[in-house]
């Protein structure tokens, strides 16, 4: 049945058993962004220092597209620098669109989601997340400490 | 139905009855969104363009003269059906969003002021809320809201001191979308009059399911869907009561809507042309008159009769595997627009694998966001029936339900 491939079970273990679902206080960065159609919410934290993403976590409800996709994000750019973080975002929205097949070995557990690709309507749900962390970065600059 | 066609005859009129989904076939339950249409409305939109089409109320020529002709058909067809004392109080609309712009904009600009309330419900589809916000900013009236019951009802307990005489316009929903309940119109309509207010009506969901007669419920201004009712979509309408209707503005001003342009002012028609300006969607309002022909030959008692008894089934049924329902549980007091959440399985996420079954809900917030905050939930699930709908896909619908379930176990 199709509708196993969208719903893998490594999606919905993120979903039932969040990574990094909690607030940072203190965040040096935070963006939040919602999905007004599905009512999806999600608010990320951030604390980057040299450039790179020390801590990401999150906090939100909705599908288990969108929460699963956000608990996996904060796993994924956790260490990274904001300019390969940047990239991860544009890889997965291109994923999204049908454009990039990543593997397992590059892509970790994001590459789960590709399965939304086949429902058009829930790839919103999947890259909330991901708009919601460019948001958050609007505020560092590639490269530079993180802001007051 | 008990009173009418078996439903399985109904069903054969519906063409897209007979697809399938994937290898599934089509349950279709949203028909609060938009109903199917049967072929005798397929084939008078079908038949217009290919026998009749031309622009109403233009051509002299003898199509002009059938396309005005089945234009106007459908008018006075749409008339009979509301039980409107004269088709030229019948206004042309693509919808109820246009029929509550029309409200808001050529009533409401026009007569409200500062210090003038609007009272709507927390009800209220964004069609009749937005448009009033609209008018407000621009009048400085103020918007009040009746308040919600917990299961889903008019709280109208203090009505006496949201319904005074600075209550200008009561607007409110015959039937809500998002919870099915059904408004006591008659009292409510009572109460508006009583303190000078007039009450205009969406009845988007309560016209493809209730009989409604204008003129017994005294009710001032009426506006339907034709889409929500087995027409065409951008096919619908405004009832106003003939003092009101004159009263008003025009809101699109364009051909057809004059009777004389100068350089700085223009001469109106008289209604309900003043309020068509530009081309209208001709086939769509003859399809529609068809939709009521359709519903007429059915009878609407008939129709009503069906939807309670598809609608206890469903709400024994939704209930008996757990799910939580909103909204009234009682038939008698509302409609066939039913809203759920099964267990913790996200709207979305259900509405996904229910379409792996075939079954077409909805899901989301159903354009109630007050509704939705009101209940704490960001979105629900909502099966919808209408006349062609089954206890048989009620079982499909809770099967693939339980499938949901399994998968979020």
Known sequence: MAVDELYKEIILDHYKSPRNKRELPGAALTGSGNNPLCGDEITVFANVEDGKVTELTYRGAGCSISQSSASMMTEAVQGQTVDEARELAGQFRSMMAGELDPDEATFGDLVALKGVVKYPIRIKCAVLAWDTLQEAFEGAPSGAASPA | ?409
């Open chain 2, 1 to 409: 139905m008990r009173n009418g066609p078996d439903v399985e005859t109904i069903r054969k009129d519906f063409p897209i009855l007979e697809r399938a989904v994937g290898d599934r076939p089509l349950v279709y339950l949203d028909s609060a969104a938009t109903s199917q249409k049967p072929r005798q409305v397929i084939d008078a939109v079908s038949d217009f363009y290919a026998h009749h089409n031309a622009n109403a109320h233009r051509g002299i020529y003898q199509l002009g003269e059938e396309a005005t002709e089945a234009f106007e058909g459908a008018r006075a067809k749409l008339a009979r059906f509301f039980g409107a004392p004269d088709p030229t109080t019948i206004v042309f609309t693509r919808g109820v969003t246009e029929s509550m712009n029309l409200v808001a904009q050529g009533w409401g600009r026009k007569f409200l002021r500062e210090g003038d309330e609007i009272l709507i419900t927390e009800m209220e589809h964004h069609s009749n809320i937005v448009p009033w916000q609209m008018t407000v900013a621009v009048t400085g009236a103020t918007l009040r809201y009746i308040p919600l019951t917990d299961d889903g009802q008019l709280d109208l307990s203090d009505l006496g001191s949201l319904l005074t005489e600075r209550t200008k316009i009561l607007s409110v929903t015959g039937m809500s979308n998002a919870l099915g309940t059904i408004t006591p119109l008659r009292q409510l309509i009572e109460s508006a009059h009583a303190v000078g207010a007039i009450v205009a009506v969406d009845a988007a969901q309560l016209a493809p399911h209730r009989a409604i007669d204008v003129q017994a419920l005294d009710v001032d201004l009426l506006g339907w869907s034709g889409h929500k009712m087995l027409g065409p979509t951008a096919s619908g309408g405004l009832y106003g009561k003939a003092e009101i209707l004159d009263a008003m503005d025009p809101m699109l001003g364009g051909g057809e809507m004059i009777e004389e342009v100068f350089h700085h002012r223009s001469t109106f028609k008289p209604i309900p042309y003043k309020f068509e300006g530009g081309t209208m969607p001709i086939a769509q309002q003859v399809g529609l008159g068809a939709a009521v022909d359709y519903l007429e030959a059915l009878g609407m008692d008939a129709v009503r009769e069906h939807e309670e008894e598809i609608t206890r089934y469903a709400l024994d049924r939704l209930l008996e595997a757990g799910a939580t329902v909103y909204g009234p549980k009682d038939t008698s007091i509302r409609g066939g627009a039913v809203s759920f959440w099964y267990h913790d399985v996200h709207p979305h996420d259900l509405a996904t694998i229910l379409n792996e079954e075939g079954v077409a809900i909805r899901a989301g917030h159903h354009c109630a966001q007050l509704v939705m905050r009101r209940f704490g939930t960001p979105a629900t699930a909502r099966a919808s029936f209408y006349v062609y709908n089954t206890n048989h896909e009620v079982d499909v619908l809770v099967e693939a339900l339980a499938k949901a379930g399994d998968i979020f176990a």
